[in-house]
Nanobody, 124 residues
Framework: QVQLVESGGGLVQAGGSLRLTCAASGRTFTGRAMGWFRQAPGKEREFVATINWNGGSTDYADSVKGRFAISRDNARNTVYLQMNSLKPGDTAVYYC?????????????????WGQGTQVTVSS
């Protein structure tokens, strides 16, 4: 079992930065790929970023490439999402997710565990 808790969301001006943190419980975190997803008002939950089991590979949605960076610290059972150059379109609830897969995973249906979400609001 994996429990995930996101933190670090908040209100930020356009062009600003935030770093989201996902704290995972249990030793099963180590071998799992992780992802970040977001859900804006009236929208479906969408892929943002994924990182493989050891942090050696990452991938991002086109909408955030060059602005966001996912990373992980397996020793601390923690994954991060650094968000720079934030835009109003980034406003959403951001969710951390864990999959049984070790490799990069883009499909939300392949994730087994989800955090409660943290709100990110970008004002203009």
């Amino acid at each position: 079992q994996v429990q995930l808790v996101e933190s670090g969301g908040g209100l930020v001006q356009a062009g600003g930065s935030l770093r989201l943190t996902c704290a995972a419980s249990g030793r099963t975190f180590t071998g799992r790929a992780m992802g970040w997803f977001r859900q804006a008002p009236g929208k479906e939950r969408e892929f943002v970023a994924t990182i493989n089991w050891n942090g050696g590979s990452t991938d991002y949605a086109d909408s955030v490439k060059g602005r966001f960076a996912i990373s992980r610290d397996n020793a601390r059972n923690t994954v991060y999402l650094q968000m720079n150059s934030l835009k109003p379109g980034d406003t959403a609830v951001y969710y951390c997710a864990a999959t049984m897969r070790a490799g990069l995973t883009w499909n939300k249906a392949q994730y087994d565990y989800w955090g409660q979400g943290t709100q990110v609001t970008v004002s203009s």
